[in-house]
C-alpha cells in the first residue's frame, strides 16, 4: 500500500497486549503512568490522574492502543495510549488472537523519509547508522546489523518503519530515578510515495531538526 498524505502526517502508533504491572507516579512535570510487562520486555504507558488513582488488578491483561510523543530534549519517547481494553483471559488461556497479540510484543510503527544514511571503518569493525524522520521527530540509529542496513533504501527515499523501545532507568537532577525509554530500529521497508500527496516542504516543516541518537537494536 502506497504511503499518502494523511498517513505521512500521522505520528508513529503501536498496538500491544500484556499484563499490569505497578503504577508509577509522575515526576519532573511527566505524567503518571502505568507500568504493563509485554512478552520479553516492559514498558511505561502514561495516563491520566483518575486512572491513576484507581489501578487494575496486578497481573489483569489489557490491549492497549495509542501513539507515540517524543521528548526533544533527549530524544526519549513515551507512549501515550488513547485506548486499554481489559482481556479476561490469563496467559494460559488466552485466544489465538490475543495469543498471536502477545507474542508479536510492544511493537511502534508508523512511515517516514530516509534523512541520512552511512557507513563508516574504524579498527577493522564498521559502524552502520541511519536517520529517519517522521511526523514530530527525527531520530539516529546507530549500530544496526548488516542485513537491516543493507534494507534500507538511500536518503530521500520514503519508507515503512518498525520500531522496539530500549528501556533503562536514570537518576535526574534532584535525585530521582526515572524510566527512560529510547527507540530502537527493527525493521524498515521501502514503500512509495503518492503522487503529488505532499505540498512542496511540508514535511521537512513539520519534523524535528536535530537528531537523537537511539542505541543498537
Do not use: C
Not at 18 to 28: I, L, S, W
Not at 130 to 158: C, H
Not at 170 to 197: A, F, H, M, W, Y
Amino acid at each position: 500500500m502506497m504511503i499518502g498524505h494523511k498517513e505521512l502526517m500521522q505520528g508513529p502508533r503501536f498496538e500491544a497486549l500484556g499484563k499490569f504491572v505497578y503504577a508509577r507516579q509522575g515526576v519532573d512535570g511527566r505524567n503518571p503512568s502505568f507500568m504493563f510487562e509485554f512478552l520479553g520486555a516492559q514498558a511505561s504507558i502514561e495516563v491520566d490522574e483518575d486512572e491513576f488513582l484507581n489501578p487494575p488488578a496486578l497481573g489483569s491483561m489489557f490491549l492497549v492502543v495509542g501513539h507515540v510523543r517524543r521528548n526533544g530534549y533527549n530524544g526519549a519517547v513515551s507512549l501515550v495510549s488513547e485506548s486499554k481494553k481489559f482481556v479476561s483471559a490469563s496467559e494460559d488461556g488466552m485466544s489465538a488472537e490475543h495469543v498471536s497479540l502477545f507474542v508479536a510484543g510492544l511493537r511502534i510503527k508508523g512511515v517516514g523519509v530516509v534523512e541520512a544514511k552511512s557507513s563508516t571503518v574504524m579498527n577493522r569493525t564498521t559502524y552502520m547508522k541511519v536517520t529517519l524522520k517522521w511526523q514530530g521527530a527525527t531520530n539516529e540509529f546507530r549500530n544496526l546489523a548488516p542485513e537491516l542496513f543493507q534494507r534500507i533504501p538511500s536518503v530521500g527515499k520514503y519508507v515503512r518503519f518498525e520500531l522496539g523501545l530500549l528501556v533503562h532507568e536514570e537518576r535526574n537532577q534532584t535525585g530521582q530515578t526515572v524510566l527512560i525509554q529510547k527507540p530502537s530500529l527493527v525493521s524498515v521497508q521501502l514503500d512509495e510515495l503518492v503522487t503529488g500527496s505532499v505540498p512542496s516542504g511540508a514535511v521537512q516543516q513539520s519534523l524535528a531538526p536535530k537528531p537523537a541518537v537511539a542505541g543498537k537494536v
